[in-house]
């Protein structure tokens, strides 16, 4: 990655925003390869994922004011693994796995004390069913139950083949009717995240 960065005319020039798009291909190519991939495409693409961080890392440790380089998100990474496994480091004990979830956020709240909110810290870029899963599962979390309008007339899944076909006539009406099924789902989180917010405010 050195001699890539300070030989190559092309990679000298590229940012931390350059790459990310490159970064968002190359995780879901990785989540292509677990899903239906081979062996050896998963050992590939999992190459080219690191790739993205050992590029991003050098390109860190160029900066002139707060430079930091792979070894130093090596060590970053250590520390915060070894404060969330207080079962394995620290003379905890979790003999399942529902007490190991218990370690595991209780570290991560006191690292994110700063947090106003259980919804800080989400990324908004993630895809909108992807963010709906997240904000759904954090609020319920903090004991806000969301509640999707209507619900009770439709048929419940149940599995996920039931699930994926029920998500498919969803978008194949949103083709039909013209509608955005990205953008609607966008617009309902946002009205979801007031609502925890103001839950929150209230507790």
């Excluded at 979390?141 to 899944?157: C, L, Q, R």
């Excluded at 953008?183 to 103001?198: H, I, Q, S, Y």
């Amino acid at each position: 990655m050195r001699a890539v960065r300070e030989k190559c005319v092309w990679s000298q020039q590229i940012t931390h925003r350059d790459l990310v798009p490159y970064l968002i291909e190359e995780s879901h190519e990785v989540i292509d390869a677990v899903e239906s991939g081979t062996r050896a495409d998963l050992r590939e693409e999992l190459g080219d994922l690191l790739w993205q961080v050992l590029f991003h890392a050098a390109i860190a440790a160029q900066d002139p004011d707060e430079p930091f380089d792979i070894d130093d998100v090596a060590e970053t990474l250590t520390e915060k693994m070894v404060r969330r496994h207080p079962h394995v480091f620290a003379g905890e004990t979790a003999t399942t796995p529902e007490q190991v979830l218990v370690h595991w956020n209780a570290a991560k709240a006191a690292e994110k004390r700063a947090r106003s909110s259980v919804l800080d810290g989400i990324p908004r870029g993630m895809p909108a069913l992807a963010l709906a899963q997240k904000i759904v599962g954090r609020a319920a979390g903090a004991g806000v139950v969301i509640a999707a309008e209507g619900e009770a007339a439709g048929v419940t899944p149940s599995s996920e083949a039931e699930l994926g076909e029920a998500l498919l006539r969803l978008v194949s009406t949103a083709r039909a009717e013209g509608w955005d099924a990205e953008r609607a789902l966008r617009e309902r989180l946002r009205a979801v995240e007031a609502e925890v917010r103001e839950a929150e405010s209230e507790s």
